[in-house]
């Protein structure tokens, strides 16, 4: 299917933004080929349509930011806040992504094939997030519902304050944040791993191979004797 | 003078002023039960305030305006710095955030129906934004919080302005938590959390951390909606001239300085109380900030934080403030501690005007809670009505005042129409004390 190109390095970045906010009639079905971002912040936020957009290069902060329905691929590496409350569609960073990949995101499926930085998934709440690599310290800081499945490690502070958001960690975990526990993976838990890892390309990779992480729930009510938690 | 060996003169029993009733009532309360008091509302200490400047009415030397024929402006253009449809308010009083979840939905629809009614503009909260307030509500400002609670770009994209939450006046620095009695079925979906726990909101944004990166956040709000919006930065009150320089810098349309008078829905008693500053020590750094930045009226003001009456009203904006928001004084006027409910109030041990436990959900008025039969005491209509009166008393008391001083606009007022009665108000305000010429500390302000 022929694309439509946009060169940033020759069309100002709210002019993009702007033709990628069409209606739908416009825009469904459609593959946007984006040249030159050079690192640019907010490439691709708000989108709303069945759009197919291509990043070639490197993206700053917000790249796809509060994305719905469209599909975007940023063929480098990201800054932070990739995704950043996405509410549907599929965002996919072939590089690597800075800090709160991902933060806040309530639907659709963020895949990072690189590692994550810090607070990857902080304030989680329904979406799906697969990383390839590793995920910084403080990762799923007060997640609320949603997946998040790290082929790698992750750093200190996993899960701190969690609510129902489930972690599948195939590496080390440096540290459990606070009220954040091992669980045992079931029939439920296994099916929808299984499903992130074929859908973010990794179905070669064996579910059992995965830890799951969730709340303990002793923090649900403010309760003095769990104050050193806080 | 009859001899009277074994009666002793007694001295009248001498309460301690450090250690008052009040005070004394709190350490046996920490006593009892081991946690820290939590409750709405703003600072209620005595605090320098508004109260304590007057203005000079026109006399010989300035000119007054005819009371019932010569017009005097009260509205006001906000966002017209950067979005392409900024906001036209009939009146200077808005109406701050409040969310659904602290408020009910009756309640909220109560604040679009009076803000509607005299064209002024509603805010929503933690929690989104409901198709009731949305409805009702004809200038609607969505928050932007660190929480994040009910973020959708669709309401983004609905709302006529955005404001971004640093903090608030109440408790800069600190988040928020809605206990789980609030947490009915409702709000609990929309804040994506099981119903009936307590529920914590963050206290610095997920994804992004200091100024520079607040600029992009901006940015890439801006870019989502368009560069339609006005976007707002609130922020509480505690280092006005650099909180406020930066949002300028940061590119927001509109900045929300919010006292420490200014209320919440919950928080420690400790923190509402002792972190912050009052509005009147706030409001002339935030304007000094503007003017140094060549930005002032640009970049518009709102303030808030124990704004009561159209005298206030017509103190913060001759203090450089473009407008200003209301939100305890908005409760009040649909029913708040209305000592109509004083039985009800005793059933909670306190009294009307006392009440403050906002955050465990029995509000007899109807209006702080998420219980079913308490709202239905609630009358959205008839609290809209209120409101919508009570704005209007605002709004005219304040042009009663302007008139007096000669000024055809609310915002022809100036820092020169007023004096203050306190050496603290007129150190803060930068008015001179009354009768003087001095104002404290001028000289190396």
Not at chain 1, 72 to 97: C, L, P
Not at chain 2, 108 to 120: I, N, P, Q
Not at chain 2, 167 to 178: D, E, S, Y
Request: charged content about 20%; glycine content about 12%; hydrophobic content about 40%.
């Amino acid at each position: 299917m022929e694309s439509i190109k946009y060169d940033l390095a020759k069309t100002p970045l709210r002019e993009v933004n702007q033709f990628l906010h069409s209606d739908a009639s416009v825009l469904n079905g459609k593959h946007i080929d984006i040249q030159n971002p050079n690192g640019a912040h907010n490439i691709a936020v708000g989108l709303k349509s069945e759009a197919k957009v291509k990043i070639h290069g490197h993206a700053g902060y917000y790249a796809a930011g509060m994305n719905q329905i469209a599909d975007v691929t940023i063929e480098g590496s990201v800054g932070a806040g990739v995704a950043e409350n996405m509410m549907s569609g599929r965002v996919h960073v072939k590089g690597f992504a800075s800090n709160a990949a991902g933060a806040t995101a309530q639907g659709g499926l963020l895949v990072i094939d690189g590692d994550a930085g810090l607070r990857c998934a902080i304030s989680l709440k329904g979406a799906d997030i697969v990383v390839g690599g590793s995920v910084g310290s403080f990762s799923a800081f007060m997640a609320q519902a949603g997946n998040l499945v790290v082929l790698g490690d992750a750093g200190e502070g996993l899960g701190d304050s969690i609510y129902e958001a489930r972690l599948f960690v195939r590496g080390k975990v440096k540290s459990l944040g606070a009220d954040c526990e091992v669980k045992t993976m079931g029939p439920e838990e296994r099916k929808i791993l299984v499903d992130l890892l074929a859908r973010s390309g990794h179905s070669d990779v064996s579910p059992e191979s995965f830890t799951l992480y969730g709340s303990a729930r002793t923090l649900y009510h403010f309760n003095v004797a769990k104050s050193g938690a806080y | 003078m009859a001899d009277t060996p074994n009666k002793i003169p007694q001295t009248d029993p001498h309460q301690s002023a450090t250690f008052d009733k009040l005070t004394n009532s709190q350490i046996r309360r920490a006593a009892a039960t081991g946690i820290y008091d939590i409750r709405g509302g703003g600072a209620k200490r005595k605090l320098p305030h508004f109260d304590d400047l007057l203005f000079l009415g026109a006399s010989v030397s300035r000119y007054p305006l005819e009371g019932y024929r010569e017009k005097c402006g009260t509205d006001v253009v906000l966002g017209t710095r950067f979005a392409k449809k900024p906001i036209h308010l009939k009146t200077p009083v808005t109406i701050a955030g409040m969310s659904f979840g602290a408020l009910s939905a009756p309640a909220k629809e109560a604040l679009g129906r009076g803000a509607g009614a005299v064209g002024t503009s509603t805010t929503t909260g933690d929690g989104g934004m409901t198709p009731e307030e949305r409805g009702q509500s004809k200038t609607l400002v969505y928050q932007y919080l660190p929480s994040r609670y009910g973020m959708n770009p669709d309401d983004l994209r609905k709302a006529d302005a955005i404001e971004v939450v640093v903090g608030q006046g109440a408790k800069p620095g600190g988040g928020g938590m809605l206990l789980g009695q609030k947490i009915s079925a409702r709000v609990a979906k929309m804040r994506c959390l099981p119903e009936g726990i307590d529920q914590r909101s963050a206290c610095r944004h997920p994804d992004w951390t200091g100024p520079d990166d607040l600029e992009i956040k901006i940015a890439e709000i801006r870019e989502i909606t368009d560069w339609e919006k006005p976007i707002y930065v609130k922020i509480g009150a505690t280092r006005p001239y650099f909180d406020v320089a930066l949002a300028v810098k940061a590119g927001a349309d509109v900045v929300v300085l919010d006292g420490m008078q200014g209320g919440t829905a919950a928080t420690q008693e400790v923190f509402i109380e002792h972190v912050g500053i009052p509005i009147l020590a706030a409001i002339r750094p935030a304007v000094q900030a503007l003017q140094d930045l060549g930005m002032h009226r640009k970049v518009q003001l709102i303030v808030s934080g124990g704004i009561r009456n159209g005298a206030d009203v017509a103190k913060a904006m001759a203090l450089g403030a473009d407008a200003v928001a209301i939100g305890t004084a908005a409760l009040i006027a649909m029913g708040d501690n209305d000592p109509a409910l004083e039985a009800e109030y005793n059933k909670l041990g306190t009294t009307a005007g006392a009440y403050d436990d906002w955050h465990e959900g029995r509000d007899p008025a109807g209006i702080t809670t998420q219980d079913p039969e308490l709202m239905k005491r609630f009358d959205p209509v008839k609290g809209g009505q209120r409101l919508a009166n009570y704005l209007t008393v605002m709004t005219m008391e304040a042009q009663v005042i302007a008139r007096a001083c000669g000024k055809s606009h609310l915002h022809n007022l100036e820092p020169e129409d007023l004096v203050a009665l306190t050496l603290e108000a007129s150190a803060m305000a930068k008015v001179p004390l009354a009768g003087t010429n001095w104002i404290p500390g001028m000289d190396k302000f």
